[in-house]
């Protein structure tokens, strides 16, 4: 495994190649294959809509764009960028004085069933929407507003040279990674009995719900940082009694 301190970008799929050939019965005649186990764990773990609050190194902006004036609907294409996956849009700014471009807010996420209902204006857009692949604002912009989209992109592997892709994710998710690839590994060599133990590693025994895996323990990033958050008071209300 590596070292405390290490840097994550010398954090490579090779670095934990290791330590998934060590725990799999020291297969190194299977290097390759043990590489592909930590791709495909990397990929499911980093995807997992349920972790995505975990990973914030996945959380990027796109490109800032121009949009031309009169025309509602978008490539999403244009949005994301060179060579991102994205998973999912988290939201779109606004620069609403443009050329200046010092003023910025948040557009409000509408279905375009929504939009559909209205018949459409030029305006300042206050609303974005997604249909296919294709990003849309509501108003109609009558300027060159320029936009950025922040989105959630899939985890960056780089198949011409596997070994040397970086991790990104936390080094407390490095754990993990390394068993779900062990887990995979022990499945492909059809020992299941060894995978499914790995599996309630990760993921808990469903007979004991004191012990909920791996997976469980590492949950709750941005809860944990909002105990900051200031909070108000709420009262305790109780029924009125009378006195004996």
């Known amino acids: ?43 499911e773990i980093a995807a997992n809509p349920g972790y995505r ?5 996945l959380e990027v902006n796109g490109p800032l764009y121009s949009l031309t004036s009169g025309q509602q609907e978008y490539n999403a294409d244009l949005f994301i960028n060179t060579d991102d996956v994205n998973l999912n849009f988290l939201d779109f700014m606004i620069w609403m004085d443009p050329p ?13 069933q929504h939009i559909d209902m209205w018949r459409p204006v030029g305006s300042t857009p206050v609303d974005w929407y997604r249909f ?3 990003i849309g604002f509501n108003p109609v912009p ?11 992109r ?8 596997l070994s040397a892709t970086p991790i990104l994710l936390p080094r407390d998710w490095w754990e993990i990674i390394v068993m779900a690839a062990v887990e995979r590994g022990y499945m492909e060599l059809l020992e299941f009995e060894k995978a499914n ?32 958050a200031s909070r108000g008071l709420k009262p305790i209300k109780r029924p009125y009694t009378h006195a004996r």
């Open 197 to 228: 133990q790995v599996h309630v590693l990760l993921y808990g025994d469903p007979g004991n719900p004191t012990k909920p895996g791996l997976v469980a323990s590492r949950l709750k990033r941005r809860e944990k940082e909002d105990w900051r």
């Open 100 to 112: 200046t471009n010092i003023n910025r807010r948040k557009l409000t996420q509408k279905h375009y």
């Open 142 to 152: 009558n300027a060159s507003f320029q936009v950025q989209a922040r989105y959630y």
């Open 132 to 134: 296919e692949n294709t």
């Open 1 to 43: 495994m590596p070292i405390i301190g290490l840097p994550l970008s010398s954090v490579t799929i090779a670095t934990l190649t290791d330590d998934v050939i060590a725990k799999t019965e020291n297969r190194e005649s299977d290097r390759l294959r043990v590489e592909t186990w930590v791709r495909d764990a990397l990929i």
């Open 53 to 57: 609050n975990e990973f914030d190194e």
């Open 154 to 161: 899939l985890h960056p592997i780089d198949d011409s040279c």
